[in-house]
């Protein structure tokens, strides 16, 4: 059974910058399209990025496109999601999620859709407060 484990998660002021980090126990992440969700509190979970497996396809929510931008790191087998001018709205909890390779698709393209995604992480928290 695939591991996520995503890190990376603080306190940040507004305007500043976080890297968040997506990896994976026992298993090498190339092989799978890679997705960054969020959830507030109150609020249902969003989808914020993704990519696919072979990075030539990404895809970002409006409301953070522009500031986020995902990247894979192959030798280091981590998928990392850079955050910048952030907003008290980013305030979350942030999730990753992998899709499994069998699936197909996911080589190419990927979805901001939870459905889409067959493993998550169990979460990092993001706060933006002065």
């Known amino acids: 059974q695939l591991q996520i484990v995503d890190s990376g998660g603080d306190w940040v002021q507004p305007g500043g910058s976080l890297r968040l980090s997506c990896t994976a126990s026992?298993?090498?992440?190339?092989?799978?399209?890679i997705g960054w969700f969020r959830q507030a509190p109150g609020k249902e979970r969003e989808g914020i990025s993704c990519?696919?497996?072979?990075?030539?396809?990404?895809s970002y929510a409006v409301s953070v496109k522009g500031r986020f931008t995902i990247s894979r790191d192959n030798a280091k087998n981590t998928v990392y999601l850079q955050m910048n001018s952030l907003e008290r709205g980013d305030t979350a909890v942030y999730y990753c999620?992998?899709?499994?390779?069998?699936?197909?698709?996911?080589?190419?393209?990927?979805?901001?859709?939870?459905?889409?995604?067959?493993?998550w992480g169990q979460g990092t928290q993001v706060t933006v407060s002065s």
């Open positions: 026992g298993f090498i992440l190339d092989n799978y399209a």
């Open positions: 999620a992998a899709r499994r390779p069998s699936k197909g698709l996911g080589s190419v393209v990927c979805q901001r859709r939870d459905d889409f995604f067959d493993y």
């Open positions: 990519v696919s497996s072979s990075g030539g396809f990404s």
